[in-house]
């Protein structure tokens, strides 16, 4: 069974610009979450979907949205880049949501560099 | 409100020799409890998680943790380190209906 995949891997923005990062979950899983990792902040939840509805957010600017598709598959958005939101940006995904002892399984991440 | 603290940033091991990455949480509830290992450039790999049940957890790769419940502790351990073990290591707490909240990570390095 193939793991959660994200695209792109690598990317290379400019400040203010916007960025689109998508996440194709384990097949059969109905929940994708998004974290940030950086060295100063450590992994942080961004948000959840299930079912193509947010269930949970986390503390970030409403620059930060994502959306999930009827298929599972989801998109994260970063409007307004700034130096700051460089980062390396995980999708995990689990059989349901995050309100249950269900494992979440991570893809490899997308490294976000913002000059 | 969720927590989880690893009190060491760096723990270094000699190969052949147990190794210990301690954790300890604060929760609301009863906690659901996880440990992943992340490689250089790679996203992270779960190892093994406590649900319920017997205190003790095997996972992958030889890895094993103890769920203390008074000592809100979930340290891992692994009786023969390897030098392939050397990556870093993120203990992760979530009580039921709460995001995931992992802690700061901690660098193991075994030496041969």
């Known amino acids: 069974k193939a793991g959660v995949t994200q695209t792109p891997r690598y990317l290379i923005k400019t400040r203010g610009q916007q960025v689109t990062l998508s996440c194709s979950p384990i097949?059969?899983?109905?929940?994708v979450s998004w974290y940030q990792q950086t060295p100063g902040q450590g992994l942080q939840f961004l948000f959840e979907y299930f079912s193509e509805t947010q269930r949970n957010k986390g503390n970030f600017p409403g620059r930060f949205s994502g959306r999930q598709f009827s298929n599972s598959r989801s998109e994260m958005n970063v409007s307004t880049l700034e130096l700051g939101d460089s980062a390396l940006y995980l999708c995990?995904?689990?059989?349901?949501?995050?309100?249950?002892?269900?494992?979440?399984?991570f893809g490899e991440g997308s490294w976000l560099t913002v000059v | 409100a969720q927590s989880v603290a690893q009190p060491e940033d760096q723990v270094n091991v000699a190969e052949g020799n147990p190794l210990t990455v301690k954790c300890t949480y604060s929760?609301?509830?009863?906690?659901?409890l996880f440990w992943y290992v992340q490689y250089p450039n790679r996203g992270l790999q779960f190892l093994l998680k406590?649900?319920?049940?017997?205190?003790l957890v095997k996972g992958s790769y030889g890895f094993e943790a103890e769920f203390n419940k008074s000592q809100t502790s979930f340290h891992l351990k692994k009786p023969s380190a390897l030098v392939s073990d050397s990556a870093l290591y993120f203990c992760a707490v979530r009580a039921t209906g709460q995001n995931f909240v992992f802690g700061p990570g901690t660098r193991l390095s075994v030496l041969p």
């Open positions: 929760v609301s509830g009863n906690p659901y």
């Open positions: 995990a995904s689990s059989l349901e949501g995050l309100s249950s002892g269900n494992t979440i399984y």
């Open positions: 097949s059969g899983h109905r929940s």
């Open positions: 406590y649900i319920t049940g017997d205190n």
